[in-house]
Nanobody, 121 residues
Framework: QVQLVESGGGLVQPGGSLRLSCAAS????????MGWYRQAPGKERELVAR???????NYADSVKGRFTSPRDNAKNMVYLQMDSLKPEDTAVYYC???????????????WGKGTLVTVSP
């Protein structure tokens, strides 16, 4: 079993910064990809950042150059550093990972419950 817990959401003004953290726990053998999705009210969930085990990262075009998602494999954590925030970044941000565990040796997808980021004056 794998659990993911996000933290760091809140209210920030346009142009400001916020840093989200995600910690994975459980009987983890290893984490393959790890990263972030977000979903605004009434909209589809979209990929924000996807980090492979070697650190290679893909970003959505809408956040490229503004967000970074460093990963700490030793701590089973991933972060989302959000700079130059815009109102359209307002969403619930979900951490995810594809992890190998005692229950899923070959890997399975897991999701956090989400943390709300609101960008508003």
């Amino acid at each position: 079993q794998v659990q993911l817990v996000e933290s760091g959401g809140g209210l920030v003004q346009p142009g400001g910064s916020l840093r989200l953290s995600c910690a994975a726990s459980g009987s983890i053998f290893g984490i393959n990809s790890m990263g972030w999705y977000r979903q605004a009210p009434g909209k589809e969930r979209e990929l924000v950042a996807r980090v492979s085990s070697d650190g290679s990262t893909n970003y959505a075009d809408s956040v490229k150059g503004r967000f970074t998602s460093p990963r700490d494999n030793a701590k089973n954590m991933v972060y989302l550093q959000m700079d130059s925030l815009k109102p359209e970044d307002t969403a619930v941000y979900y951490c995810y990972c594809n992890a190998r565990s005692s229950g899923n040796y070959y890997g399975a997808d897991y999701w956090g419950k989400g943390t709300l980021v609101t960008v508003s004056p």
